[in-house]
T-cell receptor, first 118, second 114 residues
């Protein structure tokens, strides 16, 4: 089945620095990838939709200049948290859609990245 | 405004009995629904899904029921096993919206007691 690899699984960074998270579709091509964020005991909130070769679409309330998304190829999307602050500490999860899959509507999730800003 | 609601933050069920997890939605455009199982610090794992043209889908111990008129779906797990203990998320999408992300509920923490 479709596999989505997300790295790193956890990262600790100092306040003010930037952190890059990678999301790769390993055995399929994804023109669209999604980035979610989950706070403790909360829902997974869609942050943005990453489109290969074009600009990402951000959900309302998500700062595009803070959360930079690049989708340069059909198998790789990156999320960069710029000038991170402690309130950005969260669990970030990416998802890619394999349109050839039907059971899960093609949505496959990465294993997530725990970001802690100190 | 929460478009997908899971009103039970937690549910405790005895091993071997049936677990019933509920989910309500408000957006009538949603036409595909999915259930995910999730452990802390891991990505969600797909369990089962249902299209709005159906009212039931079954896969092994998991059955999802959809009541479109009530905008309600439920996940039944029978028999419940200790390994089923996890947080379960209901998610919905409008398939005609192009490449849309999923809208998730807040999750229900299922605890299977021996």
């Amino acid at each position: 089945g479709a596999v989505v690899s997300q790295h790193p699984s956890r990262v600790i960074c100092k306040s003010g620095t930037s952190v890059k998270i990678e999301c790769r579709s390993l055995d399929f091509q994804a023109t669209t990838m999604f980035w979610y964020r989950q706070f403790p005991k909360q829902s997974l909130m869609l942050m943005a939709t990453s489109n290969e070769g074009s600009k990402a679409t951000y959900e309302q309330g998500v700062e595009k200049d803070k959360f930079l998304i690049n989708h340069a190829s059909l198998t790789l999307s990156t999320l960069t948290v710029t000038s991170a602050h402690p309130e950005d500490s969260s669990f970030y999860i990416c998802s890619a859609r394999d349109t050839l899959q039907s059971a899960n509507y093609g949505y496959t999730f990465g294993s997530g990245t725990r970001l802690t800003v100190v | 405004d929460q478009q997908v609601k899971q009103n039970s933050p937690s549910l405790s069920v005895q091993e071997g009995r049936i677990s019933i997890l509920n989910c309500d939605y408000t957006n009538s455009m949603f036409d595909y629904f999915l259930w995910y199982k999730k452990y802390p610090a891991e990505g969600p794992t797909f369990l089962i899904s249902i299209s709005s043209i159906k009212d039931k889908n079954e896969d092994g111990r998991f059955t999802v029921f959809l009541n479109k008129s009530a905008k309600h779906l439920s996940l039944h797990i029978v028999p419940s096993q200790p390994g089923d203990s996890a947080v379960y998320f209901c998610a919905a999408v409008y398939s005609g919206g192009g490449a849309d992300g999923l809208t998730f509920g807040k999750g229900t923490h299922l605890i299977i007691q021996p």
